[in-house]
């Protein structure tokens, strides 16, 4: 297969060797003065992968491109003959012929793109180097987070014994594994299950038990905590959770305890903060709390869903967010304490797992004390296409009926009117829907957006036209009689 060479790169991440060859590496040489005999060299070997990039807009788009598998000393050859003949004698296309015909997946593939270029380049030439080998080691043991790499099997590929393939990556190895074993007691803190987990980093159920039961995290944290250290220096020292942190350190605490470590008093424009849960049905949060979640749009501040914990459940419960989005609810669920599992139609955390409300929840959740729900709603941020709203809650509400236990369990429902656009008065009509499935309401609850949600911009627009902005936020607390 012919292929323009101009469309043919060199990626360092796969490419084998430390050094990329220029116009004056001697096998280049000898190369060119070949193409200038009339030799025709055999096909390079590329493969077409596909890598996800952040475009100019912060947005995540996957790009498509052809890489050197094998062949690169031959590719800058090509490059330098055509820059010194006639155009009518350049080489514009090469004979390639493609490794795998599907289109791979850069991240999924890295190690078995790497294992073949390497096996490739160590056929003819110059070997490759410990250099060369170090350097590869060092890339696939960063991108090896689930420390699945058996480096017996690697280091053959690149003429050195395991021993010191073992040696070059030892602590990026003993990095990656302090920081995968924090995420398995964390998951395991959550409430997931020892196969669950498993299923998640790609070890066996004992594997999981050991870690979770002989881990000294929990000792290590108290141990800095006690030497002055703040939990955030803590986290950062250690590579873990924030989280996770502040879940270690109030084991075995109240709730109240917990409150009290997790808000102490300080000031904030000239107000003393309450350390204590909210004791008015009016919560005002002013934005996301840093320790709770990971950035997401819409994202609700974790308060919210810790001051929903502490009312309404116990310590025994389970609690389930359908729409986790950034974590805020799971993370709140570890601070206070509870069992808290986590899922979305579009997962971005490794502790929240990939499911879809609309088609019903998982089984093991079946009877669960608490669910949180945090819906999009409206031109707010984006939602289905084709979808009418209330449809949509109507379905929300039946699986909610059908999953929280009979005789008690509870909803919590954070809602806002639409209004941006044409108003729609989504708290009430929501209100009525799940009413009408059998929840009676047991409270309501206003915890308003900051101020900051619009600009100054939207502000002046708004005055101009004569059209309220949108700050009302509720919560919804809802009870399976």
């Keep these: 297969m012919a292929m323009k060479l101009k469309d043919i790169e060199v990626d360092s991440d796969i490419y084998p060797r430390e050094k990329i060859p220029t116009a004056d590496h001697v096998t280049v040489q000898t190369y060119v003065d070949d193409l200038k005999n009339g030799d025709v060299f055999p096909p390079l070997e590329v493969q077409r992968i596909s890598v996800k990039t952040e475009n100019d807009d912060g947005a995540i788009e996957e790009v498509t491109k052809t890489i050197y598998l094998d062949g690169v000393h031959r590719g800058v050859a090509y490059d330098i003959y055509n820059k010194n003949v006639e155009d009518e004698n350049k080489i514009e296309e090469v004979e390639v012929t493609y490794w795998k015909d599907e289109v791979l997946d850069k991240k999924e593939n890295l190690l078995s793109l790497i294992l073949r270029s390497a096996e490739l380049n160590n056929k003819h030439g110059k070997r490759l180097s410990k250099g060369d080998a170090k350097s590869k080691f060092i890339t696939l043991a960063e991108a090896d987070d689930e420390l699945q790499i058996k480096w017996n099997d690697v280091a053959p590929k690149f003429g050195v014994t395991p021993d010191w393939a073992s040696e070059c990556v030892s602590n990026i190895r003993t990095r990656k594994q302090a920081s995968r074993d924090s995420k398995i007691v964390k998951m395991s803190l959550e409430g997931w299950t020892q196969a669950e987990i498993g299923k998640v980093f790609g070890i066996d159920q004992r594997t999981v038990s050991k870690i979770t039961t002989e881990s000294e995290l929990s000792d290590l944290v108290v141990k800095l905590r006690s030497q002055g250290k703040a939990p955030e220096e803590i986290a950062k020292d250690l590579r873990i959770d924030l989280a996770l942190t502040w879940a270690l350190l109030l084991t075995g605490k109240t709730d109240l305890e917990r409150f009290a470590e997790f808000f102490p008093k300080r000031k904030e424009e000239g107000n003393e903060l309450d350390q204590r849960p909210h004791a008015f049905n009016v919560w005002n949060f002013k934005k996301r709390d840093e320790r709770l979640g990971v950035p997401h749009e819409m994202q609700i501040p974790g308060q919210i869903a810790m001051n929903v914990l502490y009312y309404f459940t116990k310590s025994t419960d389970l609690i389930v967010d359908p729409m986790a989005g950034g974590g805020s609810t799971i993370d709140a669920g570890l601070v206070v304490g509870r069992t808290c599992l986590?899922?979305?139609?579009?997962?971005?955390?490794?502790?929240?797992?990939?499911?879809?409300?609309?088609?019903?929840?998982?089984?093991?959740?079946?009877?669960?004390?608490?669910?949180?729900?945090?819906?999009?709603?409206?031109?707010?941020?984006?939602?289905?296409?084709?979808?009418?709203?209330?449809?949509?809650?109507?379905?929300?509400?039946?699986?909610?009926?059908?999953?929280?236990?009979?005789?008690?369990?509870?909803?919590?429902?954070?809602?806002?009117?639409?209004?941006?656009?044409?108003?729609?008065?989504?708290?009430?009509?929501?209100?009525?829907?799940f009413t009408d499935v059998g929840f009676s309401c047991i409270q309501r609850i206003s915890a308003p957006l900051s101020t900051e949600s619009a600009t100054g911009d939207e502000v002046n627009k708004a005055i101009e036209r004569k059209k309220l902005l949108g700050r009302d936020r509720v919560v919804y607390i809802f009870r399976r009689d």
Excluded: Q, W
């Excluded at 139609?345 to 093991?364: M, S, T, V």
């Excluded at 236990?405 to 806002?416: H, S, T």
């Design 342 to 433: 986590g899922y979305d139609l579009d997962p971005r955390r490794y502790d929240i797992f990939g499911n879809n409300i609309l088609e019903g929840l998982p089984k093991r959740v079946k009877g669960c004390d608490l669910l949180f729900l945090d819906p999009p709603f409206g031109d707010m941020v984006t939602f289905p296409e084709n979808t009418d709203f209330y449809e949509f809650m109507e379905k929300i509400a039946d699986v909610s009926h059908d999953t929280v236990k009979d005789n008690g369990g509870i909803v919590a429902l954070v809602m806002c009117d639409r209004t941006k656009g044409e108003y729609d008065p989504y708290i009430s009509k929501c209100y009525r829907i």
